[in-house]
């Protein structure tokens, strides 16, 4: 679906189930996600995606390695469907990458491609994406791809109590007049 030097993002298959449950019951990975998913959570997930790209035509895409075909994780653009947010509606950008395949610039060139794709192909006036105030890494590559925060959209998370160190939600975005 979209191709980059490095990578292809494109809809999943069943062989990428594997390799998604693996990525999603490793601790570091779902660390400011709630913890590890089983693999009927993570079956779940990307029934969610596959619903959202045949309602939207768009998704969190998985993300392969174009050298050598591995799955690396997911990266794309959603309708952000969580009830009562501020984002409610809007399109959000995400990722989620394996452990051992961070720190290569995946993350970062899968959401830029992302995001010249949302740009060119929807109507939204911006992209949001969301992260805890713990994950400095997220938020990092947020600001890295030009996306600003704000605050005033900042929320508790409803999947979350209130006390639980998850609950409070970040919320960075890029306008399309501000794009880089």
Known sequence: MIETPRLLLRLWRDEDREPFYAMSQSPA????????????????GIARVRACYERYGHCFWAVERKA???FLGFCGLKVAIDPGTPIEGEVE????????VWGQGYAREAATASFEWGWANLDASRIVAITV????KSWGLMERL????RPELDFGHPNFAPD???HWHMVYAIDRTCRT
């Open 29 to 44: 990975v779902m660390a400011h996600l709630g913890g590890p998913a089983s693999d009927e959570e993570a079956d779940a």
């Open 68 to 70: 050598d075909g591995t």
């Open 93 to 100: 950008a995400g990722w989620r990458f394996r452990e051992d």
């Open 133 to 136: 105030p713990a994950n400095t």
């Open 146 to 149: 030009g996306m600003r925060r």
């Open 164 to 166: 639980h160190p998850l």
